[in-house]
C-alpha cells in the first residue's frame, strides 16, 4: 500500500485523476471501476478539464459503478446513474454503451445482483478501482459486519450512513434503506485500487482501517491485502496516523 499525502482537497483531487488518466493513456481500452460521493467530484473535474484540453481519450474507456440505491430510478437526482452522468459521463467523450451502473430499478436482488457480477466478469475484470471510504470504514456500500461480503450483493444500509447521506435528501425517510453493491470480494479483484479521502472528520477510519487489524468490522482495512492499493489523503485525514521516527 503507497499511501500519497497532499495538502488539501483539489491537490488530493489531482493527483488521483493524474493517476486515472495515465491508466487511460496507458490502455485506451481500459475497464474503470468508479464511485460516488463527494470526495471524487473534484477528481471527475479534473479528468473533464484534462479532457477538454485534449488530454485525455475517453472514447475507448468502459466503466462499472461500485454501487446504486435499490429502488431509485436513473431521472433520481440522487440516483448514482445520475450522479454519474452529471459529474462525468455527459461531460466526456465516453460512449454510453460503455458505462454500468447497477440497476436500481430491478426489484429482483438474486438477478441483477448475479448478472451485473457476470457484467463484470465478461469485461475481464477491472484495471483500476476508485474508491471513497465512509465514516465507519465501509467501501461501496459494504457496511461493518462479521464476515467480508464476496461478489455483488444487496445490502441493507445501516442507521449511520443514512444519516450521513440524509444530506442529500429532503428528509432522511426519503433516503433509500437499500442499495446494489460490488462486494469486497469484487472489489479486490481489481487490478489495482485508488482510494480518495480528505478532511479531518476521516482521520480516526483511516488510522483505523489502514493501520489497523484486517476486520470486516472495518470493510476498508481489507484493502491491506491487495498487492497494489494507492491511498490519495490530504494532510486532514491522515493526522491520526501513526508516524514513523
Given amino acids: 500500500m503507497r499511501i500519497y499525502e497532499t495538502a488539501n482537497y483539489e491537490e488530493m483531487s489531482r493527483k488521483a485523476a493524474n493517476i486515472l488518466s495515465a491508466q487511460v493513456i496507458l490502455k485506451p481500452d481500459c475497464v474503470l471501476g ?79 445482483c448475479d448478472r451485473y457480477e457476470k457484467l463484470i466478469e465478461s469485461m475481464g475484470g477491472v484495471d483500476i478501482q476508485l474508491l471513497g471510504l465512509g465514516h465507519n470504514g465501509h467501501i461501496g456500500f459494504n457496511e461493518p459486519d462479521s464476515s ?8 441493507n444500509l445501516t442507521e449511520s450512513t443514512i444519516e450521513a447521506n440524509k444530506r442529500f435528501f429532503a428528509s432522511a425517510d426519503d433516503v433509500p434503506r437499500q442499495a446494489y453493491t460490488m462486494g469486497i470480494g469484487t472489489i479486490m479483484k481489481a487490478k489495482k485500487i485508488l482510494l480518495v479521502v480528505n478532511g479531518e472528520a476521516k482521520a480516526d477510519i483511516v488510522a483505523k482501517a489502514f493501520f489497523g487489524p484486517v476486520t470486516p468490522e472495518v470493510p476498508a482495512s481489507i484493502l491491506q491485502l491487495h498487492n497494489d492499493v494507492v491511498v490519495v489523503a490530504d494532510r486532514a485525514a491522515l493526522s491520526k496516523v501513526p508516524r514513523q521516527a
Wanted: proline letters at 3%; aromatic letters at 12%.
Fill in 148 to 155: 467480508f461480503a464476496k461478489t455483488t450483493h444487496c445490502v
Fill in 34 to 112: 468508479l464511485a460516488t460521493g463527494s470526495t471524487p467530484i473534484g477528481t471527475y473535474d479534473q479528468l473533464v478539464e484534462w479532457y477538454e484540453k485534449g488530454d485525455v481519450d475517453f472514447s475507448e474507456v468502459k466503466t462499472v459503478n461500485l454501487d446504486e440505491y435499490k429502488g431509485l430510478t436513473r431521472d433520481n437526482d440522487q440516483s448514482y446513474y445520475y450522479f454519474m452522468h452529471k459529474h462525468l459521463f455527459d461531460r466526456v467523450n465516453i460512449k454510453l454503451e460503455n458505462t454500468n451502473v447497477p440497476d436500481g430499478t430491478e426489484p429482483d436482488a438474486e438477478k441483477e
